[in-house]
């Protein structure tokens, strides 16, 4: 044998060497996108009816929107009918109820200073025509 069989021996045999120290990680990384795809699979087997559920309970949410939707209108349909009466109310009876008041109580003043002048309370008569009660001199109420 030459110096270079030899040569090529040595250079064969690195060559086995440096291919079976590659194979090693090689196969390593076969198994680990082996364990990757299983994962992978895995994640999507078990998202499907995730999604599905999902999707039922976004439709079921969106049933009960159109619901709360249709209960709005209908408030604000009430509410609108409410503004109408009560502004018809005030237009129809507010004026008159009022007027009703003040002469009730027009009148029932009058009544209470007929009585008292009659018992003679010692109630002090205003110069504006009226009855003080319980004022002191200066006190602006």
Known sequence: MSAGQIAALVAAGAFVLLVLLLAVPLLKLGRTLDEATIAI??????SEPLFTE????????NAQLERVDGITSNA????????????L?????????VKLAALSYGLSKALR???????????????RGGRRRGRVRGDRR
């Open 41 to 46: 699979r895995k994640a999507h087997e078990s």
């Open 54 to 61: 999902a999707n039922t309970t976004l439709t079921h949410v």
């Open 76 to 87: 604000r349909t009430v509410s609108g009918n409410v503004s109408a009466l009560s502004s």
């Open 89 to 97: 109310f005030t237009a129809t009876l507010g004026g008159p109820l």
């Open 113 to 127: 200073g007929r009585r008292g002048r009659r018992s003679g309370r010692g109630n002090v008569e205003s110069p």
